[in-house]
């Protein structure tokens, strides 16, 4: 599963590839990851650095920019900053519909692209939060969906708080059923098994879960669940039952900033699996981080989810309140 996970997204961009913008292009990996884009057809390229943004543009979007953040302390000079920065620049074209999308991270932080997002792209209807998802490929698992997982958040927010924590699995939801086209199972996971222990932390999960069926009454959604309880059958039959996630679920909502990203980079390195991501949802046009220790396989990947995204692109939101 997990390579026929990578071959189905690849092949499912090239059926309508979109325009995809790469605003890193001083990286040789964005290099050598835009010529395998474009020679497999997966995505139309905007390929950005410092020496290739049209001069009209920076200065229309710097008048625009300042008037959106001028509130926020920009000033006309930092405003046009930022628009000489190739990262905001992108994001002001996928602001103008002038792309699909973006995916960067190889040399700017998460914090960077976040920001890029929401002061050019802003948040998506009825959104609350933006956050980062992994897809976990792990080679030669029984897990998840036959060795592919989602995690999150493991990028963006560091403790959020049960609404926040809710928004982030339904969300993953639904980029899990956009993406791997199956119905998301959804663990909010703890160090508690359905009232084995008890603490804030576990309220705040339980909290979560009650908030998140609320959102999204169609996805099956469960918790509190330790990890063994959440993804191994023969563990769930013994410490819960009669749940629809319990040993079988696919995506995995980790109650902290510190759990999610110790995780995957444990799952990563461990079990030698592939982290493509993270995913930025939550935002009003499909983007994509990622790791800046990503390989040229992990930028290729990103830029077929994206446009994966862009196809699905508004599926659901109106349900997310």
Not at 44 to 70: A, C, G, H, W
Not at 103 to 111: D, I, R, S, Y
Not at 158 to 166: G, R, T, V
Request: charged content about 25%; proline content about 6%; hydrophobic content about 40%.
């Amino acid at each position: 599963m997990a390579d026929a996970f990578v071959s189905r997204i690849r092949s499912k961009a090239k059926e309508n590839p979109r325009t995809i913008i790469l605003p890193e292009m001083e990286d040789p990996r964005m290099q050598e990851a835009s010529k395998i884009i474009e020679s497999e057809g997966i995505a139309r390229l905007i390929k950005l650095s410092k020496d290739n943004l049209d001069p009209e543009k920076v200065q229309r979007y710097t008048e625009e920019f300042y008037e959106l953040r001028k509130a926020k302390g920009v000033t006309p000079e930092s405003a046009r900053a930022y628009m000489e920065n190739p990262l905001f620049y992108a994001a002001m074209e996928v602001r103008h519909g002038n792309a699909d999308g973006f995916v960067a991270g190889a040399v700017n932080t998460t914090a960077d692209v976040v920001r890029a997002v929401l002061y050019c792209i802003g948040l998506a209807p009825r959104a609350r939060v933006i956050c980062g998802a992994f897809f976990m490929v792990v080679p030669d698992s029984r897990y998840g969906e036959n060795g592919v997982l989602v995690f999150a958040d493991c990028a963006v927010v560091p403790m959020p708080n049960e609404k926040q924590l809710a928004h982030i699995g339904v969300s993953t939801a639904r980029l899990t059923r956009e993406v791997l086209e199956v119905e998301p199972r959804v663990a909010f996971l703890s160090y508690s098994s359905k009232g084995s222990a008890e603490g804030p932390e576990v309220d705040k999960v339980r909290k979560a879960v009650a908030l998140a069926k609320d959102m999204a009454p169609e996805v099956a959604i469960d918790g509190e669940l330790q990890v063994d309880s959440a993804i191994v059958p023969e563990v769930a039959q013994h410490k819960v039952k009669d749940s629809p996630v319990a040993g079988r679920a696919n995506v995995l909502i980790f109650p902290d900033l510190n759990a999610g990203n110790i995780s995957y980079k444990l799952v990563e390195r461990l079990a030698k699996a592939r982290a493509i991501g993270p995913i930025i949802m939550g935002g009003a046009r499909p983007c994509s981080d990622l790791s800046r220790g990503c390989s040229v396989d992990d930028i290729v990947d990103c830029v077929a989810i994206t446009v994966l995204r862009a196809n699905n692109w508004g599926y659901g939101q109106e349900k997310e309140e």
